[in-house]
Structures are given as structure tokens and as C-alpha cells.
T-cell receptor, first 115, second 112 residues
Framework: GAGVSQSPSNKVTEKGKDVELRCDPISGHTALYWYRQSLGQGLEFLIYFQGNSAPDKSGLPSDRFSAERTGGSVSTLTIQRTQQEDSAVYLC?????????????FGSGTRLTVV | GESVGLHLPTLSVQEGDNSIINCAYSNSASDYFIWYKQESGKGPQFIIDIRSNMDKRQGQRVTVLLNKTVKHLSLQIAATQPGDSAVYFCAETFTGYSTLTFGKGTMLLVSP
């Protein structure tokens, strides 16, 4: 597609519920990243996918967070048993390849509110 | 761990002024830096990048300066316009590492 598409744009969920956030990267981009942006804060790295390699999950804050990328394209970030501190904007980005020298193209994010 | 930081959380300027947004980084191994602009409700948008073998790089109305001696990065915006109002982030990475580390951001407010 023309850009990185994320859905939903907004999600309000009750504490304890599971949520799924979707990211459609730019066609042909082999690298995909998830970041979290809390109010007034910078971007916190969550997870990185590169081609068929095992993902870098080093940024996931707890085992309630998981992500997958099917067919090297669409990615889903799942948060189980949501907590209020999970409220944030979840940003997805893609790039032509991983590694130094490739800037990301970001989606507009999913604003998650846990009530 | 090491991270990128910014000196000023908010910068207010008048339309037509030149703006300078600063960023300090602490990872001496970082060799690639990017500035992003984030408007309200949108994802960050690439502005300009610079590699560590350069001190300066210019784009349209924007210039990035890199001082490796003091680990300092700046973004200069010439003739600032109201449309430049946004949060600006610097980000860093280094060869062999696949993800970017972002600073907290500086909000630029441009008054007409």
C-alpha cells in the first residue's frame, strides 16, 4: 500500500480484557517494528521482525504482550489481560530492510485506552 | 541503558524565526541519527538523517548538525512556519543494531 496502515485507530477496553492491534506495512518492506508512546514520552521499542528471522522481542514489557507477523506482511500485537498502564499509542513502522541506514515509515498508531 | 535525550521540552518561536532543537546522545557507538516530526494524531514522519562520518547535512529549510565530540545533535529549521508546529524527536542507532532509540521529544510551537 501507499503507507503503513494501522487498525483500529482508537480502542477503549476494560481492564482485564485482551486486545489485538493490527499493522499493514508498506508492500515490499521486510522489516516491521512496534513501538509504544505514552503521554508526553518518547517512543519505546517493543518488537522487531525482519523477514523470516526470529523476531527481536527484547522490548516487550511483560509476557502479556505478544506479536506475530504472518506471511512476512501483516502483523498483530496482542495484549492480554490489559492493565491501565497499557494505555498508550501503539505505533507500527516498516522499512525496506533492517539494520543501520534505513529510516522507518510509521503508521498513525492505535490509541489504546484501558478503563 | 543508554538513551537519547533532549534539552528543551517546549520551544516557542515566532513565524519567520529560525528554530534550533537540540538533542544529546550518550551512546558513543551510535553512527546513524534521524530527526522525526510528529503532528498531533499522526505517526512520526522522517525529516532528515545524518551519518557519523558527516558533521552537517542540509535539506529543504532544515539542517542537521552533529558534534561527535560532545555527543550532540541539533535540528535547525529556517524561516519557521506555523505548519512546523509539532513534536520533534531525534533517534539513534549503530551499525549491526536494527532498531532506533528515540528521545522524549521537543514540542515546537510557532506563533503567527
Amino acid at each position: 500500500g501507499a503507507g503503513v496502515s494501522q487498525s483500529p485507530s482508537n480502542k477503549v477496553t476494560e481492564k482485564g480484557k485482551d486486545v489485538e492491534l493490527r499493522c499493514d506495512p508498506i508492500s515490499g518492506h521486510t522489516a516491521l517494528y512496534w513501538y509504544r508512546q505514552s503521554l508526553g514520552q518518547g517512543l519505546e521499542f517493543l518488537i522487531y521482525f525482519q523477514g523470516n528471522s526470529a523476531p527481536d522481542k527484547s522490548g516487550l514489557p511483560s509476557d502479556r504482550f505478544s506479536a506475530e507477523r504472518t506471511g512476512g506482511s501483516v502483523s498483530t500485537l496482542t495484549i492480554q489481560r490489559t492493565q491501565q498502564e497499557d494505555s498508550a499509542v501503539y505505533l507500527c513502522a516498516s522499512s525496506l530492510a533492517g539494520g543501520t541506514g534505513n529510516s522507518y515509515t510509521f503508521g498513525s498508531g492505535t490509541r489504546l485506552t484501558v478503563v | 541503558g543508554e538513551s537519547v535525550g533532549l534539552h528543551l521540552p517546549t520551544l516557542s518561536v515566532q513565524e519567520g524565526d529560525n528554530s534550533i532543537i537540540n538533542c544529546a546522545y550518550s551512546n558513543s557507538a551510535s553512527d546513524y541519527f534521524i530527526w522525526y516530526k510528529q503532528e498531533s494524531g499522526k505517526g512520526p514522519q522522517f525529516i532528515i538523517d545524518i551519518r557519523s562520518n558527516m558533521d552537517k547535512r542540509q535539506g529543504q529549510r532544515v539542517t542537521v548538525l552533529l558534534n561527535k565530540t560532545v555527543k550532540h545533535l541539533s535540528l535547525q529549521i529556517a524561516a519557521t512556519q506555523p505548519g512546523d508546529s509539532a513534536v520533534y524527536f531525534c533517534a539513534e542507532t549503530f551499525t549491526g543494531y536494527s532498531t532506533l532509540t528515540f528521545g522524549k521529544g521537543t514540542m515546537l510551537l510557532v506563533s503567527p
